[in-house]
């Protein structure tokens, strides 16, 4: 009696994981708030937040282990004018950020969509992520792409050391977020996470100032004032701060992103138990558990 218990429940336990197991990909939508720390923003979380939409792919690998491809278009901006944190500088940037990665997803408890009993769990993140970004400044009314200014000297005969930055880079996504399973086929996440990048050039800030007079002849007239704007307030072009601070090269700048999503969980195809309910299968899994701690059967 107790061994055809025991294949009973290894039959209905083998039908009940393949019927699981089977619904393992998701598509989603997502939505949220990006920022950035750097130089213009060294510590304030959640300043400057502006919205960014994405769309994501999530192959649940198991019930505490999920994988997640994601993409997602935003942009970042900071001004020393409105955080007062090195006002006298009088910088400020904006950028659009497009970014595309993959990370691994760790449940801190079962995650099975339409049961009753793990349709909540808390999750961590890490991965990689490749983004492009383009830090502009506004002049006269017009935003200016940064980069082609070379407002640290980058590209001049004075400064060859410094080199025209990249607009593409990499950068490691982690975080923490909630999932909510709203039905077995409909799931919801919030997660906020960081993307520590390994450029220093988000907002075009990095080392010291530039002499202006060498920006105005080799890269454009107007570039000395989109590295210092404060030389507008003076009639000629004025060398006061010629290898002065203008940025921490030390650190590499961070974004973070804030995401709202709603994901559909695709159906069962494999023809295997499509009939069987949540409900079901639930009983089942509590019916092989309480048989495992009363009579101990290993299988």
Known sequence: MVIMKKY????????????????????????GGMYYIGDLNPYYHFYFTRPHIGLYYRYNYKDYLSVRIFGNYGSV??????????????????????????????????????????TFTPYLFLGINWFY???????????????????????????PERKPYSLN????????????????????????????????????VSTTYPDPLILATQIDPIAPYLSDPNLLEYNELRNNN????????????????????????????????????????DKIKDYRDNLKSKEKIRF
């Open 8 to 31: 009973y429940i290894v039959l209905l336990s083998l039908l009940f994981l393949t019927n699981t197991y089977a619904q393992r990909n998701e598509v989603g939508i997502s939505g």
């Open 77 to 118: 901006y900071a001004a020393d004018s409105v955080l007062n944190y090195y006002p006298e500088r009088n910088l400020h940037f904006k950028s659009p950020i497009l970014e595309i990665g993959v990370v691994g997803e760790i449940n801190y408890y079962k995650f099975r969509p339409g049961a009753r009993s793990h």
């Open 133 to 159: 970004f383009n830090p502009k400044a506004k002049y006269q009314d017009e935003w200016i792409n940064l980069q082609a200014m070379g407002t640290e000297g980058q590209g001049t005969t004075l400064y």
């Open 169 to 204: 880079s990499f950068a490691i996504p982690m975080g923490i977020g909630i999932k909510i399973a709203l039905s077995e086929h409909f799931i919801c996440h919030l997660e906020w996470g960081m993307r520590r990048t390994f450029t220093d050039y988000l907002d075009d």
């Open 242 to 281: 010629i290898d002065k601070w203008r940025g921490d090269p030390s650190t590499k700048d961070w974004y973070s992103v804030i995401n709202l999503g709603f994901s559909f969980r695709f159906k069962n195809k494999s023809g295997h138990c499509e009939g069987m309910t949540p409900r079901y299968r």
